[in-house]
């Protein structure tokens, strides 16, 4: 019953799309690795990332560089 429950978890939370819209020169440092945390490397590249709380912090540190689509 457990991995049932695991599942619907993982279902209800979902996945979000983060996509790189502006490049990294001239930013902080810790902007720049938290961008690489993403997955990010290039302008407009995206990643499909798992919705939790550890990914939204990490974009709501970089936001102005990155657009979410849901």
């Known amino acids: ?5 695991k599942k619907a978890d993982a279902a209800a939370t979902g996945t979000v799309k983060v996509r790189l819209v502006k490049g990294l020169r001239g930013t902080q440092a810790r ?3 938290s961008v690489k945390a993403l ?6 590249d995206v990643r499909e990332l798992p919705d939790n709380p550890s990914v939204r912090g990490l974009i709501a ?5 990155v657009q979410v689509e849901q």
Do not use: D, E, Q
């Open 61 to 65: 540190t970089v936001y102005y560089l």
């Open 1 to 5: 019953m457990a991995k049932t429950a």
């Open 39 to 44: 997955g990010l490397n290039k302008i407009n």
């Open 31 to 33: 902007h720049r690795l």
